[in-house]
């Protein structure tokens, strides 16, 4: 907008600021003019990038692990609250508890059936007593219960046994905003978490730099990237002017094998292996399952196969010790895995 004032008389434009009479009174006075004020503008909010992203389904079951690499359980199920959602983290407790033995039971009831010297004592004459005893009708099926009643009917001590299962435990729930990030691999599915919950609970302090640890300390952990990617497992410690951590890289291979159980119709693997040998003309110890298939084949004979799923290594890399960002139960690496270049693929055996 322009700083200048015109005269409404000759349309000059006049200085500012400008001496201007008050046609009403006669006072003069100066005349300034400003400039309409600007509106301010506000500065572009930056898009707010995700942490993670998952699917509700994945996160079954996932691995859970506090920030120093110490394992707290495995997520049960998700839990939503009015305004936030929650995971639920279980552990598999081990339960002993002390329960019948029906097994033995039996066997004592049996004692209590009168001798024949022309029959042995068994089971069918056992169910027989018991559907008396306790008034069944005459098909009734005897369970482990009935003869527990029947056995407290005759006085007949119960014998105990040591009964061991794991129970799953829930142990913590976590809400989203404690969790630093979730990874999902072919290995399934990790959490890693913000605070060192599991490490405090276990009086383990957090540590800034990660000790040097021997191939024996380390060796089978589990290896996370720093997005939560289960990578494989630590193979061994590389000495050199830095540690380095050699990881072994798997994943789940399926794979279609011969199916053993369903080939038992056709006399079990052995005897076609045996039948494949004596057609090829060669010693059996050298037949292997692949030429078993490939002969069966060339016979028209039908092996039945199956899918089976397994971890299977499919590469290694090495990274440097200052890459490591803790060791816990687990391995948390500083960075993602795309981060270490193309893994080496394993080296077949010669």
Not at 312 to 331: A, F, S, Y
Request: charged share 30%; net charge neutral; with cysteine.
């Amino acid at each position: 907008m322009s700083q200048e004032v015109s005269c409404p008389s000759c349309g000059r434009a006049l200085p500012l600021p400008a001496k201007v009479i008050c046609p009403h009174c006669g006072a003069v006075f100066e005349l300034h003019l400003h400039p309409p004020p600007q509106p301010i503008a506000q500065p572009a909010q930056p898009s707010v990038e995700p942490r993670f992203l998952v699917e509700e389904e994945a996160l079954i079951n996932a691995l859970v692990v506090d920030s120093e690499g110490y394992v707290c359980g495995r997520v049960y199920r998700t839990r939503y609250d009015r305004d936030e959602v929650f995971i639920d983290v279980y552990k598999l407790v081990e339960q002993r508890v002390t329960g019948p033995d029906f097994d033995r039971l039996k066997i004592e009831l049996l004692k209590t059936l009168p001798k024949k010297l022309w029959k042995p004592r068994n089971f069918r004459d056992l169910e027989e007593k018991v559907r008396k005893e306790l008034r069944l009708h005459p098909s009734a099926h005897v369970t482990d219960r009935e003869l527990y009643e029947y056995a407290k009917l005759k006085g007949v001590p119960i014998p105990t046994k040591v009964i061991e299962h794991r129970d799953k435990k829930i142990v913590y729930s976590f809400s989203l905003k404690q969790i630093e990030t979730v990874g999902v691999s072919g290995l399934g599915a990790c959490v890693i978490l913000k605070e060192p919950v599991e490490a405090l609970k276990l009086s383990i302090q957090p540590v800034d730099k990660v000790p040097f640890k021997s191939t024996e300390q380390v060796k089978g952990k589990l290896t996370i990237d720093s997005v939560g990617k289960i990578l494989g497992r630590v193979q061994k410690v590389l000495l050199g002017a830095t540690l380095f951590l050699r990881v072994d890289l798997e994943d789940v291979i399926s794979k279609h094998v011969i199916d053993l159980e369903a080939l038992s119709s056709l006399g079990g693997f052995e005897a076609l292996a045996d039948k494949a040998a004596s057609s090829l003309g060669i010693d059996r110890s050298s037949v292997t399952p692949e030429m078993v298939l490939e002969w069966a084949r060339r016979e028209g004979i039908h092996i039945p196969m199956k899918i089976e799923r397994r971890v299977e290594k499919i590469g290694e890399i090495d990274v440097r010790w200052e890459d490591i960002k803790k060791i816990g139960d687990v391995v948390l690496l500083s960075k993602k895995m795309e981060d270490y270049g193309s893994p080496s693929k394993p080296s077949l055996p010669s």
